[in-house]
């Protein structure tokens, strides 16, 4: 019987007392405390990185995040019989963050923002990452492309309908994006990135957000990187906000949060801004459509388009009103 890579746990000196099933990995109760096992695939010199960054968080600012640990053979990757490889976190009790509690999602933002504080590492080699204006060209390449696709087919589903009818709004508003993007600071921020050693989190979500009572965990470092640290605070924001309607006054709390924890520079408020600006729950829906199948399209995700564009006048209110 599959055993889920519970025999692995015998490399790392640990007994399990009673183990559970969650989002694609197995929590485990030991003698020493609860501990995350799941598959990894990936390069082990970028987890051995990671591994530092979040042994220093640990460690020198006291922060509850998933560590992962090294086995009895010093290795962070552990193999089971059927070739599977491993690794083991440092895990907690609690709940994610609930995003319709406005308690629960201040105290994340508030997390964020000490997590940011923490997050430098100069002096390392950094990964060359794609200019924020060349993935937006390239979305907005990608808009046309799918907007030409679906004019040279019977449009036959309500999501291409729907597309059509919207796609040059759109496009105009994320085209403005990028020319804005171009006449800002963004190289200058991109530099202290550099200059400090900057590290984002990477995939800031309600996920990865654990309370309970006065303790935040924070977990999913797998996409951590040296970039923008906004970058984290906007797509944060942008979820959280996508599903109160861009209440625009929880929009003001959110940033004033952070930036009691943590200063925003006026580069980092107009960098804010740009980022809100680009239509990237729209490109995001329209990319999916395209790499899937187009002969059957879910009512879902026509649910969700319908739901951006009932959304497109609070979005932009929300712009201008906060900015």
Same mark, same amino acid.
């Given at each position: 019987?599959?055993?889920?890579?519970?025999?692995?746990?015998?490399?790392?000196?640990?007994?399990?007392?009673?183990?559970?099933?969650?989002?694609?990995?197995?929590?485990?109760?030991?003698?020493?405390?609860?501990?995350?096992?799941?598959?990894?695939?990936?390069?082990?010199?970028?987890?051995?990185?990671?591994?530092?960054?979040?042994?220093?968080?640990?460690?020198?600012?006291?922060?509850?995040?998933?560590?992962?640990?090294?086995?009895?053979?010093?290795?962070?990757?552990?193999?089971?019989?059927?070739?599977?490889?491993?690794?083991?976190?440092?895990?907690?009790?609690?709940?994610?963050?609930?995003?319709?509690?406005?308690?629960?999602?201040?105290?994340?933002?508030?997390?964020?923002?000490?997590?940011?504080?923490?997050?430098?590492?100069?002096?390392?080699?950094?990964?060359?990452?794609?200019?924020?204006?060349?993935?937006?060209?390239?979305?907005?390449?990608?808009?046309?492309?799918?907007?030409?696709?679906? !004019?040279?087919?019977?449009?036959?589903?309500?999501? %291409?309908?729907?597309?059509?009818?919207?796609?040059?709004?759109?496009?105009?508003?994320?085209?403005?994006?990028?020319?804005?993007?171009?006449?800002?600071?963004?190289?200058?921020?991109?530099?202290?990135?550099?200059?400090?050693?900057?590290?984002?989190?990477?995939?800031?979500?309600?996920?990865?957000?654990?309370?309970?009572?006065?303790?935040?965990?924070?977990?999913?470092?797998?996409?951590?990187?040296?970039?923008?640290?906004?970058?984290?605070?906007?797509?944060?924001?942008?979820?959280?906000?996508?599903?109160?309607?861009?209440?625009?006054?929880?929009?003001?709390?959110?940033?004033?949060?952070?930036? !009691?924890?943590?200063?925003?520079?006026?580069?980092?408020? %107009?960098?804010?801004?740009?980022?809100?600006?680009?239509?990237?729950?729209?490109?995001?829906?329209?990319?999916?459509?395209?790499?899937?199948?187009?002969?059957?399209?879910? %009512?879902?995700?026509?649910?969700?388009?319908?739901?951006?564009?009932?959304?497109?006048?609070?979005?932009? %209110?929300?712009?201008?009103?906060?900015?």
């Amino acid at each position: 019987m599959y055993d889920y890579g519970l025999s692995v746990m015998q490399q790392y000196g640990l007994n399990v007392q009673h183990s559970y099933r969650g989002r694609g990995a197995l929590i485990c109760q030991t003698q020493e405390g609860l501990y995350l096992l799941r598959p990894f695939v990936g390069s082990v010199k970028r987890l051995e990185r990671q591994c530092r960054l979040l042994t220093m968080l640990s460690e020198e600012y006291g922060m509850r995040v998933d560590v992962p640990l090294f086995n009895l053979e010093g290795s962070l990757v552990s193999t089971d019989e059927q070739e599977t490889s491993y690794v083991l976190r440092r895990w907690y009790e609690g709940k994610e963050c609930d995003t319709r509690d406005k308690e629960e999602v201040l105290r994340s933002v508030e997390a964020l923002a000490q997590l940011h504080r923490a997050m430098k590492m100069p002096g390392l080699e950094q990964e060359t990452l794609e200019p924020l204006q060349q993935e937006y060209l390239r979305h907005n390449r990608e808009l046309r492309k799918i907007r030409k696709f679906i !004019r040279g087919k019977k449009v036959s589903s309500p999501f %291409e309908r729907q597309y059509l009818n919207s796609v040059e709004e759109f496009l105009e508003w994320a085209q403005e994006a990028v020319q804005c993007l171009q006449e800002s600071s963004y190289e200058q921020l991109r530099q202290e990135v550099q200059k400090q050693g900057l590290i984002c989190h990477g995939e800031f979500n309600q996920h990865h957000v654990l309370l309970q009572g006065n303790q935040i965990s924070i977990t999913g470092f797998d996409k951590w990187k040296y970039d923008l640290q906004v970058a984290d605070l906007y797509c944060f924001m942008r979820k959280i906000l996508e599903k109160a309607d861009w209440d625009v006054r929880l929009g003001e709390k959110m940033l004033e949060t952070y930036d !009691r924890a943590k200063t925003l520079s006026k580069q980092e408020y %107009e960098h804010l801004k740009i980022r809100f600006s680009y239509p990237e729950k729209y490109w995001k829906l329209a990319n999916y459509y395209y790499a899937h199948n187009k002969a059957w399209i879910s %009512e879902k995700n026509v649910e969700k388009l319908q739901n951006v564009l009932r959304q497109k006048k609070a979005w932009r %209110e929300f712009i201008r009103e906060i900015f």
